[in-house]
């Protein structure tokens, strides 16, 4: 399997991203793919609060990073990762924008996990007018998303 992502012109690059650290970055679709395939576990580290006024994705373990107020680390973090990925399975992780997600992948081999940081995020990339949402992201690419 091959990762897809989407260059600035919106054509598709079907090519495996490398990374230092951890495992790699991943597509949101190959991702849900993983996911869906029962190969990996969805881990969102958003904050409650984001997934709770932005839209969550229905199945993932909610595991913040870090939390809100103030964006501390999150204590319980790395016994809440290891609890949630079986030996065996990737755990692809997902925060707003495919960065806060980079340093939870780097923290998740550290413990010794198989873990992919999910490209784009759940939002994507602000566009010219900083609203996020309509330049890639989980929501944007139509995969598996609810909102309260």
Same mark, same amino acid.
């Given at each position: 399997?091959?990762?897809?992502?989407?260059?600035?012109?919106?054509?598709?690059?079907?090519? @495996?991203? @490398?990374?230092?650290?951890?495992?790699?970055?991943?597509?949101?679709?190959?991702?849900?793919?993983?996911?869906?395939?029962?190969?990996?576990?969805?881990?969102?580290?958003?904050?409650?609060?984001? +997934?709770?006024?932005?839209?969550?994705?229905?199945?993932?373990?909610?595991?913040?990073?870090?939390?809100?107020?103030?964006?501390? /680390? &999150?204590?319980?973090?790395?016994?809440?990762?290891?609890?949630?990925? @079986? =030996?065996?399975?990737?755990?692809?992780?997902?925060?707003?924008?495919?960065?806060?997600?980079?340093?939870?992948?780097? +923290?998740?081999?550290?413990?010794? /996990?198989?873990?992919? &940081?999910?490209?784009?995020?759940?939002?994507?990339? =602000?566009?010219?007018?900083?609203?996020?949402?309509?330049?890639?992201?989980?929501?944007?690419?139509?995969? =598996?998303?609810r909102q309260n």
């Amino acid at each position: 399997m091959v990762a897809r992502r989407h260059d600035a012109g919106g054509e598709e690059v079907s090519q @495996p991203q @490398p990374a230092a650290g951890y495992a790699g970055d991943v597509s949101a679709q190959l991702a849900c793919q993983w996911w869906q395939a029962g190969e990996a576990v969805l881990i969102d580290v958003r904050t409650d609060a984001e +997934r709770e006024w932005v839209g969550f994705v229905p199945g993932a373990v909610a595991l913040a990073w870090k939390q809100w107020p103030g964006m501390a /680390l &999150n204590p319980a973090f790395d016994a809440g990762l290891q609890a949630a990925v @079986p =030996p065996g399975k990737k755990a692809v992780l997902l925060c707003r924008s495919g960065v806060r997600s980079i340093a939870a992948a780097k +923290r998740a081999t550290e413990l010794g /996990l198989e873990a992919y &940081n999910i490209l784009e995020g759940f939002e994507g990339d =602000p566009d010219a007018e900083a609203h996020r949402g309509a330049r890639g992201g989980w929501r944007y690419r139509g995969l =598996p998303w609810r909102q309260n």
